[in-house]
């Protein structure tokens, strides 16, 4: 009984999530089409590439309190965790002088078809405090780097961006 209760809240669960969010498809440089699931209090705005500038993403909530901006673009070869973590940590190292913290911690998000590595940081200059999200993700053929901009530490709106994430890909027109 008790497996069967579970099993129906998770059900629950995915459909309340699936309800609560819209997919949005956009045209992916006339090569294939970027989706990704969004909840329905998120913005979001697609450029697409255009005058030698890449593909770009921004994702941000009805209320200001975050906003996400991301670049997308094809690669020919996939870089390796470590290259990325690098690329990232080196990246942060630039901006220690600015922050609270006084290390990188690069954490990693798993999404379908994508994988993000970013890190998190308080900007030390603004008051009240902002804070810094700044991440890469890659799948094989595509890559994207993002950076975020939140009023809160944590909450829904950041969360729900960062969850978005998870559901964003690129398929390849056949």
């Known amino acids: 009984m008790k497996i069967f209760?579970?099993?129906?809240?998770?059900?629950?669960?995915s459909v309340w999530s699936v309800r609560g969010a819209d997919v949005k498809r956009f045209d992916f440089n006339g090569e294939g089409t970027l989706t990704i699931a969004v909840p329905q209090v998120l913005r979001v705005q697609f450029g697409p590439a255009a005058g030698g500038q890449p593909?770009?993403?921004?994702?941000?909530?009805?209320?200001?309190v975050c906003e996400m901006h991301m670049v997308l673009g094809t690669t020919n070869g996939k870089l390796s965790d470590d290259q990325i973590?690098?690329?990232l940590l080196e990246a942060g190292k630039k901006l220690l002088s600015a922050v609270v913290e006084k290390e990188i911690k690069v954490r990693e998000l798993?999404?379908?078809?994508?994988?993000?590595?970013?890190f998190e940081l308080t900007d030390s200059r603004a008051d009240p405090r902002q804070y810094i999200v700044q991440g890469l993700g890659n799948s094989p053929g595509y890559m994207c780097e993002f950076v975020m901009l939140a009023k809160q530490k944590s909450g829904d709106p950041k969360d729900q961006i960062m969850n978005s994430?998870?559901?964003l890909d690129i398929r390849a027109r056949k």
């Open 110 to 118: 798993k999404g379908s078809a994508f994988t993000y590595f970013y």
């Open 5 to 13: 209760a579970l099993t129906w809240l998770l059900v629950a669960g």
């Open 55 to 64: 593909a770009h993403l921004i994702l941000a909530d009805t209320n200001r």
């Open 85 to 87: 973590k690098g690329q």
């Open 165 to 167: 994430l998870r559901s």
